[in-house]
């Protein structure tokens, strides 16, 4: 139920930033407490780089779904993962670096 919570804030909060599109189910029911995400204009792996700077770590790539990425027509996406170990400031802490990382390559 945790997870389930953390991934509904996550959503919320994700979609409210301009530019960044959640890939896959748009509720926490119909997923794991995963969220793979795009960030326009930022390839994937720069975007892990920066977050790395700020102590976040996601996973960048294509996550061994390459036949999925291509039908989406992206090169990859940035995922979180949460567990019972986080909480809703770990969240806080990504969609900050998200933006910082949206300033860093300039872009809206």
């Known amino acids: 139920a945790w997870e389930s919570e953390l991934t509904r804030y996550a959503i919320e909060k994700i979609s409210q930033i301009p530019g960044v599109t959640i890939i896959g189910p748009q509720n926490s029911s119909d997923r794991g407490a995963v969220l793979s995400f795009t960030i326009d204009g930022i390839h994937p ?3 892990g780089q920066v977050l790395d700077q700020y102590g976040i ?3 960048t790539g294509h996550h061994c779904a390459w036949p999925l990425m291509k ?3 992206i090169s990859g996406t940035t995922r979180a993962s949460f567990y019972l170990y986080n909480d809703k400031s ?3 802490e990504l969609i900050s670096g998200i933006i910082k990382t949206k300033e860093y390559f300039k872009v809206n």
Do not use: L, T
Request: aromatic letters at 8%; hydrophobic letters at 40%.
């Open 45 to 47: 792996h720069d975007a």
């Open 57 to 59: 770590a996601v996973r």
């Open 71 to 73: 039908k989406f027509g």
């Open 90 to 92: 770990d969240i806080d």
